[in-house]
């Protein structure tokens, strides 16, 4: 999996340090003149190398709630993975059903059907028999036949995911589902949490997915650049997070075609993935919220996209089409 956003010249001397990625792994850099350093831990999970950024005066303060925000992100990726046996999802997936849910799972399913009844089903988990259906097409350079498409397609739906505190479990065969669009967010949430803990009031928290929480240095907010759908080495825009979770999502991130046209994101109604948009920025009051958003507002396109988030509280968008036309929220346009 690719990050879906990334920094850019936001961190500094830390940035450059070359941190190695492995937990508990640090760098540090030059004291600023109120005495307070930038510290940096980074480690694998999601597929990806996950990074956590504290501005503290203590070093061994910074440290331990480096090494709490690392370990409870890892933690949520252990819970949330598709691929792992020992994870909670893939034992769904495989079983039809699971007993004795944890607590951060029903957290996570709770938002995702909060988020499929608010968009009308453009937002589902529960797509991953559409993933696994072309993604074995796009090994053989092909697309789905629409006899597998459609015998895909009939075992998706939200509404045929039950849950409760004492067990999850599908209501139709073949199903399977995805966190994928929630679980980074959500491991974003929790290392702040774990910052917080330990008294870090500066912190940028990068799973894939990013939450910044008071500042980079005095007076200067932590700053992160957006990708380019099209071209990796370009940013689409650079803004600063003042307390607010950023998550991205494009059809770029994981392509089964070469025009972009059929990617991992899927619109539950047609079986396929939507035409109109190349990728969407989310600013949300959380990472769990900002990552389902983000996902969401790719199914439902610009139009509608924009018109649900203005009706919510906290939450600004960009939004950029397969012809690379940009929408911005009035809230994204000022934290250029």
Known sequence: MQRRTFISAAIGSVAGMGCLSLPGSMARGTPAASGMRLYRGAALAFGTTIAVTVQHHEQRQAELAIEDALHAARNIDRLMSIYSPASQVFQLNRDGRLARPDAHLLTVLAQAQALSQWSDGAFDITVQPLWQLFRAAADEASLPADTLLRAAQARVGWRQL????????????????????????????????????????????????????????????????????????????????????????????????????????FDPSKGDSPRELASVTVLAPTGLLADGLSTTFMVTGTARAHAMASRMDGVDLMTIDKQGRRQMSPGFSRLL
Not at 171 to 182: D, E, F, I, S, V
Not at 233 to 254: N, P
């Open 162 to 265: 039950a849950w409760d505190s004492r067990e999850v479990r599908f209501l139709r065969p073949g199903m399977a589902l995805t966190l994928n669009g929630l679980a980074q967010g959500y491991a974003a949430d929790m290392a702040l949490a774990a910052t917080q803990a330990r008294g870090v009031r500066h912190a940028l928290l990068d799973t894939g997915e990013f939450i910044a929480r008071g500042q980079r240095a005095a007076q200067r907010p932590w700053t992160l650049g957006i990708q380019d759908p099209r071209d990796a080495e370009i940013l689409a825009a650079t803004v600063k997070v003042e307390g607010r979770s950023v998550a991205t999502s494009g059809d770029y991130e994981c392509t089964f075609t070469p025009d972009f046209a059929h990617h991992h994101i």
